[in-house]
């Protein structure tokens, strides 16, 4: 059962919001029909900032629940109504590859971002990203956004991720324990949150290169003071990555 929110159109009055809003209830029952459509989402955000703010508070939160239920069920399983940043920046994260601007956080080519068709984000491949000290912290890592042939830089893998209660993981408390410097200039793309810097931090481990199929060193990674971590890695060609994947196989009967 939805619970209505009072809030007013602040645009201006030739905004056609003067003349009344649909009930929450109807706008929740057109976005279920239309399968909670992310691209119709945004754009009835733009419309005014009543709309927004039941997008944000109501429409981004469903299409969450829609498009990784057990994930979602998971994140809120310590009783929380809500998710670290917003749930329309957890909506962006799942299906939007931020990938790099030319003066960005990643010292690579220039790759812009885009959207995903499809994604999967596992708790398991999560646990490869995180140094033993941090094992018990629940991060979902999605599969490598794939941009081959990028000149100089070969195959670059871009990835992204999210963790369960960071205000009280391990990561985040090693993080300010080293005194892991914010980037100066940018930020979160999913929700402007300040970064901090993991491979600075000495944060990330060789499992991460090996889950990846990536070389040794490559990868790079940010996490941002709301949890949101995005990252990329100069991948190894296919037939490298096959033996790493080969390796770690061994590696579990060492």
Known sequence: MLVPKQSRCTHSAACVCIKGHLSEDAIFLVFEHLNWNPRLIALMSCVCKWFDEIAKRI????????????????????????????????????????GCSQRGLFNITCVPGHFVHRTRFSRTSGKSFLIPQCRTDVLYVCDP??????????????????????????????????????????????????????????????????????????????????????????????????????????????
Request: aromatic share 10%; hydrophobic share 35%.
């Open 145 to 254: 956004c794939e941009h081959l042939d990028q000149g100089d830089d070969g195959d670059v893998g871009f990835f992204r991720g999210v963790f369960k209660s960071f205000s009280a993981s391990k990561v985040r408390k090693m993080l300010i324990e080293r005194q892991a410097k914010l980037h100066s200039t940018e930020a979160c793309p999913y929700c402007k949150a300040k970064l901090w810097n993991m491979l600075q931090a000495k944060m990330i481990p060789r499992s991460a290169c090996i889950r990846l199929g990536a070389y040794d060193d490559s990868v790079e990674c940010y996490v941002c003071l709301n949890g949101h971590m995005l990252g990329t890695s100069s991948l190894l060609p296919l037939s490298d990555s096959d033996e790493a994947s080969d390796f770690e196989q061994c590696s579990k009967f060492d």
């Open 59 to 98: 429409l981004w939160k469903e299409f969450c629940r829609t498009r990784a239920p057990k994930m979602m069920l998971d994140l809120q399983s310590c009783g929380s109504h809500s998710v670290d940043g917003n749930w329309k920046a957890l909506g962006k994260l799942l299906i939007y590859c931020s």
